[in-house]
């Protein structure tokens, strides 16, 4: 066996238990961890099947169907079962045939959890609901549109949950639409977040969502302003709640009035983190990611996901990827607290001809940059409680950022 810092190398030509036996090759796997991958080959004439057990118990099994495989928290390659990963593990030969000069040559990559850039969508439907489509093809489409995380949130049930993808390319987190005559909130991160959905009073909206919350739930209020009935918010904000979607599918008048109720509580010194949904329904001809939301998570699983929305660690745009904004290394991150007078940098990659950033604090708009180029630099100051950032193609928006804080 040789080793390095982020991999592990073995060569085995010695089989003691000849053909119908196991050959197991031990490796330790620290809690820094992000993924694992195993890639594997054998010499011709042999046949060599691939699993991998963690602390005595198998999590997965591929015979000799696949050179490569990847394990991680909440994805893994058909076959394996996500989960925790730190801990013993053995990659486990099993000897079916042995060819003349057996040999099999085994590579286990450890892929430390780092921050990373990733987008997805938070609001969509499917037929558990009524989305007008199989949770299958939700996810097909989400992928297919470059998004890295698809949550599903149909009204008032959990069964969309239980279906998950054989695809470790993309992320589903498990979700729910609580569904009220007073307003409707995002539940994220578990499978059945409320005992019971049934909301009877504008007051028990709270309730359920401080179960949730209890339960480790992310809650999200959705489309506070929507024009209808029950769309619109009338549950209160004095209630348990994580983040605020201000952009529901297409730009509208209700969006308007969540970015100007944003702002107010902003400069009333809340600090409150957004959110961006499609809020996708097949009658409603939306499209996945459309606005999406693009994260800074420390790792690529459902609790790094979460914990960036809670954080604020999110920009809403209006595509998956199409425009963005980071801070230059070194520079804070959206939602950061920092001292006031420290020094900003945001790169914008992907502007069109026409758009305009705007900086935003809490004595409103301070200025307005013309960008050049596809690719823009804004360099500031924050002198003030917090500075965020819009991108703006005449009345339409692109992109919103969430605010970084002066302390």
Same mark, same amino acid.
């Given at each position: 066996?040789?080793?390095?810092?982020?991999?592990?190398?073995?060569?085995?030509?010695?089989?003691?238990?000849?053909?119908?036996?196991?050959?197991?090759?031990?490796?330790?796997?620290?809690?820094?961890?992000?993924?694992?991958?195993?890639?594997?080959?054998?010499?011709?004439?042999?046949?060599?099947?691939?699993?991998?057990?963690?602390?005595?118990?198998?999590?997965?099994?591929?015979?000799?169907?696949?050179?490569?495989?990847?394990?991680?928290?909440?994805?893994?390659?058909?076959?394996?079962?996500?989960?925790?990963?730190?801990?013993?593990?053995?990659?486990?030969?099993?000897?079916?045939?042995?060819?003349?000069?057996?040999?099999?040559?085994?590579?286990?990559?450890?892929?430390?959890?780092?921050?990373?850039?990733?987008?997805?969508?938070?609001?969509?439907?499917? /037929?558990?609901? @009524?989305? !007008?489509? &199989? =949770?299958?093809?939700?996810?097909?489409?989400? *992928?297919?549109? #470059?998004?890295?995380?698809?949550?599903?949130?149909?009204?008032?049930?959990?069964?969309?949950?239980?279906?998950?993808?054989?695809?470790?390319?993309?992320?589903?987190?498990?979700?729910?639409?609580?569904?009220?005559?007073?307003?409707?909130?995002?539940?994220?991160?578990?499978?059945?977040?409320?005992?019971?959905?049934?909301?009877?009073?504008?007051?028990?909206?709270?309730?359920?969502?401080? /179960?949730?919350? @209890?339960? !480790?739930? &992310? =809650?999200?209020?959705?489309?506070?302003?929507? *024009?209808?009935? #029950?769309?619109?918010?009338?549950?209160?904000?004095?209630?348990?709640?994580?983040?605020?979607?201000?952009?529901?599918?297409?730009?509208?008048?209700?969006?308007?009035?969540?970015?100007?109720?944003?702002?107010?509580?902003?400069?009333?010194?809340?600090?409150?983190?957004?959110?961006?949904?499609?809020?996708?329904?097949?009658?409603?001809?939306?499209?996945?990611?459309?606005?999406?939301?693009?994260?800074?998570? @420390?790792?690529?699983?459902?609790?790094?996901?979460?914990?960036?929305?809670?954080?604020?660690?999110?920009?809403?745009?209006?595509?998956?990827?199409?425009?963005?904004?980071?801070?230059?290394?070194?520079?804070?991150?959206?939602?950061?607290?920092?001292?006031?007078?420290?020094?900003?940098?945001?790169?914008?990659?992907?502007?069109?001809?026409?758009?305009?950033?705007?900086?935003?604090?809490?004595?409103?708009?301070?200025?307005?940059?013309?960008?050049?180029?596809?690719?823009?630099?804004?360099?500031?100051?924050?002198?003030?409680?917090?500075?965020?950032?819009?991108?703006?193609?005449?009345?339409?928006?692109?992109?919103?950022?969430?605010?970084?804080?002066?302390?």
């Amino acid at each position: 066996m040789t080793h390095s810092n982020d991999h592990l190398t073995f060569s085995v030509s010695d089989f003691p238990g000849g053909e119908k036996s196991f050959v197991e090759l031990p490796f330790e796997v620290s809690a820094d961890v992000d993924r694992i991958e195993v890639s594997y080959g054998f010499s011709s004439g042999s046949v060599i099947d691939l699993g991998l057990a963690r602390q005595g118990r198998m999590r997965g099994w591929s015979g000799s169907e696949r050179g490569h495989v990847t394990v991680a928290a909440d994805v893994a390659t058909p076959g394996y079962q996500p989960g925790a990963l730190s801990g013993r593990w053995h990659v486990v030969l099993g000897i079916v045939k042995l060819g003349p000069e057996a040999r099999v040559n085994v590579t286990v990559r450890l892929i430390a959890r780092q921050r990373r850039w990733l987008t997805g969508e938070l609001h969509s439907h499917t /037929e558990h609901s @009524d989305g !007008g489509v &199989t =949770v299958l093809d939700a996810i097909y489409r989400a *992928r297919q549109g #470059g998004l890295d995380f698809v949550a599903i949130t149909d009204h008032n049930t959990v069964t969309q949950n239980t279906i998950r993808p054989d695809d470790p390319g993309i992320l589903v987190l498990p979700a729910m639409e609580l569904t009220t005559f007073w307003g409707h909130t995002n539940f994220f991160g578990l499978v059945e977040p409320v005992a019971d959905w049934r909301c009877r009073a504008p007051e028990e909206v709270g309730d359920k969502m401080r /179960e949730a919350r @209890d339960n !480790g739930a &992310t =809650v999200v209020i959705n489309h506070p302003f929507q *024009r209808s009935a #029950g769309g619109k918010w009338q549950a209160g904000f004095d209630v348990p709640f994580d983040a605020l979607e201000i952009w529901n599918g297409t730009w509208a008048a209700h969006n308007v009035d969540a970015l100007a109720f944003w702002q107010d509580q902003l400069v009333a010194g809340r600090r409150l983190p957004i959110t961006g949904g499609s809020d996708f329904h097949l009658k409603n001809r939306r499209r996945h990611g459309r606005p999406s939301n693009r994260l800074a998570a @420390d790792g690529r699983s459902i609790a790094a996901i979460l914990a960036a929305v809670r954080a604020g660690h999110n920009v809403v745009g209006f595509a998956a990827d199409d425009l963005t904004a980071e801070p230059l290394p070194g520079a804070p991150l959206f939602g950061d607290d920092v001292a006031v007078g420290s020094p900003i940098a945001i790169v914008f990659d992907g502007l069109s001809g026409g758009d305009e950033v705007r900086l935003v604090t809490e004595t409103g708009l301070i200025a307005v940059e013309q960008p050049q180029a596809d690719r823009h630099i804004c360099e500031c100051r924050l002198d003030g409680r917090f500075l965020r950032f819009e991108v703006w193609h005449g009345g339409e928006p692109k992109l919103f950022t969430n605010p970084i804080y002066g302390r």
